[in-house]
């Protein structure tokens, strides 16, 4: 069984900063892409940042210079550090994640869900 635990969600004034951390667990052979996304209410999920097997990135328009994602492979963790934070960045934060598990088939994964609230 794979299951994606995340935290470090909560409330925060503008300007100030969080860092969301998704952990995989169960059966994993191999981990492939990871990602961050995001929904507000009455908005679609949106890709927030992403990052390859090979460290590559990849971010939205709204959080470059803001947002940064990374990975710590030998603890099967994806971080999203999250800077300046904004009013605008209010939603639900969903890891994903790509991975071969006990099924030995490429699947993805979602967590379960943090809720990131910015305001004064």
């Known amino acids: 069984q794979v299951q994606l635990v995340e935290s470090g969600g909560g409330l925060v004034q503008p300007g100030g900063s969080l860092r969301l951390s998704c952990a995989a667990s169960g059966s994993i052979f191999s981990i492939f892409d990871m990602g961050w996304y995001r929904q507000a209410p009455g908005k679609r999920r949106e890709l927030v940042a992403a990052?390859?097997?090979?460290?590559?990135?990849n971010y939205a328009d709204s959080v470059k210079g803001r947002f940064t994602i990374s990975r710590d492979n030998a603890k099967n963790t994806v971080l999203l550090q999250m800077n300046s934070l904004k009013p605008e960045d209010t939603a639900v934060y969903f890891c994903?994640?790509?991975?071969?598990?006990?099924?030995?088939?490429?699947?993805?994964?979602w967590g379960q869900g943090t809720q990131v609230t910015v305001s004064s």
């Open positions: 990052i390859t097997s090979g460290g590559s990135t």
């Open positions: 994903n994640v790509e991975l071969r598990g006990g099924s030995l088939r490429v699947l993805g994964y």
